[in-house]
């Protein structure tokens, strides 16, 4: 599975555009990135997921260059509640099962 | 609603005694996982299946069991308690090829 590298922590304000940038350098064709948050004292929750270029749901956006070397998660507008650590993974969809391994996340602040 | 629920929440055990964790979900997903959290730290996989009957060991599973005789369930065994598995521990499920996890609110556990 390949290896990921995030911020270890980020400090945000209330309103501003949150980028998260994950390096995947060996990542594998058949690869696919996701995104968790997790709150204290409750399990991750699944954000969004993308293969290639710019996924987008009601919640966040996902950046992914051609080379797929790293990926951004962007949070429009955080708020207070946005507070969390979120991981990024990699790992081969396709397969009969996904292991998903996570690493240290990154743990965001957002001040008021 | 579909869901996945772990009992007990919490737990208090001494060292030595054998412990069961139990999880189940209801979404009638094939892959089932445990991974436990340490404070301060992000989530290790302890074991894995891909179906009944189908388990597998993941980054830290020394000293732990699982079984899967159904779709729903994957109880997860500590075979003899020691302090350094003091930890929260989540259970989480996903479909067949796919990435977007589902995770139960753990399980506490100090052993004392």
């Known amino acids: 599975l390949a290896k990921t590298t995030q911020p270890i922590s980020m400090d945000s304000y209330e309103g501003q555009e949150v980028n998260i940038t994950c390096s995947h350098n060996n990542i594998a064709t058949n690869d696919y990135i996701t995104w968790y948050q997790q709150f204290p004292s409750q399990g991750p929750r699944f954000i969004i997921q993308g293969y290639k270029t710019k996924v987008t749901n009601e919640v966040a956006s996902l950046f992914i260059p051609a080379d797929r070397k790293s990926s951004t998660l962007s949070l429009p507008r955080v708020s207070l509640s946005d507070t969390a650590v979120y991981y990024c993974l990699v790992g081969d969809v396709e397969a009969g099962g996904f292991k998903t391994i996570f690493g240290a996340g990154t743990r965001l602040f957002v001040k008021a | 609603d579909a869901e996945i629920t772990q009992s007990p929440r919490h737990k208090i055990t001494e060292t030595g005694r054998q412990v069961t964790l139990a999880c189940h979900q209801t979404w009638n997903h094939n892959n089932m996982f445990w991974y436990r959290q340490d404070l301060g730290h992000g989530l290790r996989l302890i074991h894995y299946?891909?179906?009944?009957?189908?388990?597998n060991k993941g980054e830290v599973s020394d000293g732990y069991s699982v079984s899967r005789s159904n779709t729903e369930d994957l109880p997860l065994t500590l075979e003899s308690a020691a302090s350094s598995q003091t930890s929260v521990y989540f259970c989480?499920?996903?479909?067949?090829?796919?990435?977007?996890?589902?995770f139960g609110q753990g399980t506490r556990l100090t052993v004392v």
């Open positions: 989480a499920s996903s479909p067949t090829g796919d990435t977007e996890a589902f």
């Open positions: 299946s891909y179906g009944v009957q189908d388990t």
